[in-house]
């Protein structure tokens, strides 16, 4: 008797899933570094309130340096919960810590935490707290503000007895801003803002031009968003390095 063989529709044959090794290492890692710079942001804004200023460089935790004599806290709380915000309702990093902190999901292909009951209840970002994410459009325009102070602070760094110089402290403050403009102009809001709302190009080619420029480096916000955030600490531990006498700016002329 002969026997035919038959083989099973290829959509029927089971795929096993791919294996993801080290997955957590990621997650883990986001964690380490968005925990640090919290930690280390809360120590230098709340925790420690001096030491900020040496010479003409400011720390850019303290930008703008608002003093008030009735005002008995660190100076920085006035201002940085701007950025702080900015950065806490950013899209990119609501990714990062979506996935890193709370497992949702912790990587690709990787289950979610949770029972079916609570993630039957999850409404997304309609409701309080996560409601209150939506408002990074409003923070923004807080970031913008202060990056135009960051500025003038960096360019306050080339001045040393009233004429141009050139020390470590200026370019590490520089580099600083640069990497922070870069940051808050790739980001989306920003982009949505200036070309989001355009029916007709053609008609505002001002806004074109400025929308076709965020467009080429906003691919790139993730990139700004990690750099930016290691260029603030080592931007703030320097100058208070200075300031307690541990370094000595290296100036160049």
Known sequence: ???????APAHSVAQAPIAQPLWWLQPLTVV???????GYAFWSVVVAPSGYEFGNYLSPFYS?????????????????GFPLLFRATCYYYRKAYYRSFFWDPPSCAIAELGS????????????????LL?????????????????????ARGFIFDGRLGLGLGSIVLLVNVV??????????????LVGGGLDCFSCSRARYSFWQMLSRINPNHGMFAWFSLFSVV????????????ILTDLRFF
């Open 234 to 245: 080592a931007a703030d531990l320097y100058v208070r390095l200075l300031s307690a006498g």
């Open 116 to 131: 079916a009951k609570s993630k039957a209840a999850y409404r997304g970002e309609s409701r309080f707290p996560l409601v």
């Open 1 to 7: 008797m002969a026997v035919q063989h038959t083989s």
């Open 134 to 154: 939506n408002f990074h459009r409003f923070f923004l325009y807080a970031a913008l503000v202060v990056v135009a102070f960051l500025w003038v602070d960096a």
């Open 179 to 192: 990497l922070l403009t870069a940051y808050t102009f790739s980001c989306h809001s920003l982009r949505h």
């Open 64 to 80: 703008p340096l608002i003093q008030l004599g009735f005002w008995p806290f660190s100076p920085a709380i006035l201002i940085a």
């Open 32 to 38: 380490a570094v968005l925990g640090g710079f919290s």
